[in-house]
């Protein structure tokens, strides 16, 4: 039989995780963002299971975009980078995509261009984060020239926040402030809310949310949240214990030999690693699950191994089922241990790893 490495992708958990966030909003409308292939959850799979209800998605680029198209999804796209070419507006145009336009660079293009239909652009604001967008000043003077271009229909003002997932943060009451009444001023609906704005921001909301980590069950902050709180997990990775060895005291476990045995342990090779996108930096201690019980992670993870702690597990062995974040251990409490965020975890899950699709 093959390895038994695997990631459960739990689509219910997504549709609820959806209708949790509009529920945050009743009257908005929400863009599932489904970029980097859903965050490593599958794009099409996902965008198929919440066809039925979802507004509009969101991807980076194009590419994203027309890969939900050949799969039949037939709603509007909201392309959060824009695009980087002329030759992209006519597709744009033709296929219903909706894009950011953050530079005169862009502005100029949507000038120039004859197209079959006027397009609906998303006008990003630079409200602090200073990465992509008009300075709010700016702003007036754009959606004018925006307004007299032909190959221009909707404008609707976006901007996105550096600090939301950091309640107390004085930087989103900076950024609300610099976005201020900006919208309403112009007549134009907008959207700034991503996951954690969507959770801790309601003065944020307005017309359109933008969720992204929270369709998927991960929590953005570091404290809990009552919202965050109710998010399902979509996720699970797992696999299985593959060999299992009584390790001397005085022995170490792996490459490096960072783990050395101060008693004798009993120790579980899992087949898992860096290889499927479990993360080499986690260290000693992060916990992982074998067979129901929560353990720990022992010595160094390698390409398609890691070591577990089996010693008060006796009941453990050859064949018990490991889960490396998911319903029973949220992969933010893994991507602490592993000095980073949920997000990377998710999206870096390798293309090795099998994604198996239930509607849980
Ligand atoms: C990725 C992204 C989002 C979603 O952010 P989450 O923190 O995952 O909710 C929202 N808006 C923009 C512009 C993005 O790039």
Known sequence: MSRKVRADIHLGAIVQNYRLARAQAPGARAVAVVKANAYGHGAVQVARALAVEADA???????????????????????????????????????????????????????????????????????????????????????????????????????????????????????????????????????????????????????????????????????????????????????????????????AVGYGATFSCDRPHRIGTVAMGYGDGYPRHARTGTPVIVAGQRTRLVGRVSMDMLTVDLTDLPQAGVGSRVELWGRQLAVSEVARWCDTIPYTLLTCLTPRVPRCYDYD
Request: aromatic share 6%.
């Open 57 to 251: 998605f969101g991807v980076a680029c194009i590419e994203e975009a027309l890969e939900l198209r050949e799969a039949g999804l037939t709603q509007p796209v909201v392309l959060l980078e824009g695009f980087f070419d002329a030759d992209e507006l006519p597709v744009i145009a033709q296929e219903g995509f909706w894009p950011a336009v953050h530079s005169e660079h862009q502005l100029e293009m949507l000038e120039q261009v004859e197209l079959p239909a006027p397009i609906p652009v998303w006008l990003k604001v630079d409200t602090g984060m200073h990465r992509l967008g008009f300075e709010p000043e700016a702003v007036p003077a754009m959606v004018a020239r925006l307004r007299a271009c032909e190959t221009v229909a909707d404008i609707l003002l976006m901007t996105h926040f550096a600090c939301s997932d950091e309640p107390g943060h004085g930087m989103t009451e900076v950024q609300l402030a610099r976005f201020g009444r900006l919208a309403d001023e112009l007549g134009l609906d907008a959207s700034l809310s991503n996951s954690a704005a969507v959770m801790a921001w309601p003065e944020a909301h307005h017309q359109w949310l933008r969720p992204g980590v929270m369709l998927y069950g991960a929590t953005p902050f570091e404290e809990p949240n009552p919202v965050a709180d109710q998010l399902q997990a979509a996720m699970t990775l797992s696999s299985e214990i593959i060999a299992v060895r009584e390790v001397p005291a005085g022995e």
